[in-house]
Nanobody, 120 residues
Framework: VRLVESGGGLAQAGESLRLSCAAS????????MAWYRQYAGKERDLVARITNDGIENYSDSVKGRFTISWVSAENTTYLQMNSLKPEDTAVYFCSIPRQWQNHKIWGPYWGQGTQVTVFS
């Protein structure tokens, strides 16, 4: 399984960025996709998660500003980030969560990460 993120970069506070995550070499039907972020020297924290039946969950810090979406036919997940704040500055990782399917445990799988930097 390979996950490749794109769309990170620099943004001024209040602006928007959209992250993309393209998945390939998947030989099972994932039940969920997620985005995490990691501050320097800290552990990865869940930002948003979406299930294959469209249920979305967000961390309190991004609720109302970020939107996760999943185009399963394209094996692509997006994270639309609006009203960005300097505290959103982090490395963002796409993830396929650990799951049980076909009598086997799959994942978790991670992308390489993409840097998002928000300046005021």
């Amino acid at each position: 399984v390979r996950l490749v993120e794109s769309g990170g970069g620099l943004a001024q506070a209040g602006e928007s960025l959209r992250l993309s995550c393209a998945a390939s070499n998947i030989i099972f039907s994932s039940t969920a996709m997620a985005w995490y972020r990691q501050y320097a020297g800290k552990e990865r924290d869940l930002v948003a998660r979406i299930t294959n039946d469209g249920i979305e969950n967000y961390s309190d810090s991004v609720k109302g500003r970020f939107t996760i979406s999943w185009v399963s036919a394209e094996n692509t997940t997006y994270l639309q980030m609006n009203s960005l704040k300097p505290e959103d500055t982090a490395v963002y990782f796409c993830s396929i969560p650990r799951q049980w399917q076909n009598h086997k445990i799959w994942g978790p799988y991670w992308g390489q990460g993409t840097q998002v930097t928000v300046f005021s």
